[in-house]
């Protein structure tokens, strides 16, 4: 289903679980399709699931020579951290598929330099002929990746400052309270020059957003709008995150 004026494809699974299978294989497919292809790969809880049906799919063989990146981090949390995205996707993904170090770049969310960490990744993705394939998730806010309200679409990777109700929402990540205020994220304007963008959400909580992703005007108050402008943008959800549509 495609959206009054816009581009984008829109998908409803009936749950989760339906939703994450469709995904993993979306991405199995790809990467069997073109081997060599550059992914970016988001964290959160939504596409954990998804993550784990992959390793169960895939062989170790079919990510030889794909390169995976990191769609963000927390700037000041450490990629260790049970938080980050690092630790998401390399527990969840890389690891269960013993996916090399030498295949996957995340942010150095601890660097004192977060410029020359934006130009690094940056330069990494040009130096593939940029992204083949990004995931993101769907903030209640309306941010993609940590790219905030009032973010540009001309954006590369680029560090942000984050709204308190992503601050209060990403402690669920984490063990004990932590203080989150930055991010650093892979900017929108990479996922407008991806070759196929996709954003995957789940969940009553989401319901509202959707919505607004879908009916309101493209701007950069709203970020999730601009997968409405992209050639092969992909908005695929379960029911309940389509309850108001």
Not at 189 to 212: F, S, T, W, Y
Not at 218 to 240: F, S, Y
């Amino acid at each position: 289903m495609t959206p009054n004026n816009s581009k984008m494809l829109l998908e409803v699974f009936s749950n989760h679980e339906a939703l994450s299978l469709a995904v993993a294989k979306h991405i199995l497919a790809l990467v069997r399709n073109k081997p060599n292809a550059t992914l970016v790969l988001t964290s959160g809880n939504t596409p954990i699931l998804a993550y784990q049906k992959l390793t169960e799919l895939a062989k170790t063989e079919d990510f030889d020579q794909t390169f995976i990146i990191g769609l963000d981090e927390w700037v000041g949390i450490s990629g260790e951290s049970e938080g980050s995205c690092r630790y998401i996707v390399e527990q969840n993904l890389l690891k269960p598929l013993n996916i090399p170090e030498s295949n996957y770049a995340f942010f150095d969310s601890m660097t004192e330099d977060l410029e020359s960490e934006c130009k690094r990744v940056d330069d990494l993705i040009f130096a593939k002929g940029g992204l083949d394939f990004i995931l993101v998730g769907l903030g209640t806010n309306g941010h993609l990746g940590l790219n905030e309200p009032g973010s540009s679409f001309d954006s590369y990777c680029q560090v942000t400052n984050l709204e308190e109700v992503t601050a209060i929402t990403g402690q669920k990540y984490f063990n004990s309270s932590t203080p989150l205020t930055k991010g650093i994220t892979v900017g929108l304007k990479h996922l407008l020059d991806a070759k196929e963008a996709m954003v995957m959400a789940n969940g009553a909580g989401k319901a509202d957003i959707i919505k607004r992703m879908i009916s309101e005007e493209i701007n950069e108050k709203l970020p999730a709008t601009v997968l409405r402008k992209h050639k092969d943008g992909l908005l695929w959800i379960d029911k309940e995150a389509a309850a108001n549509l």
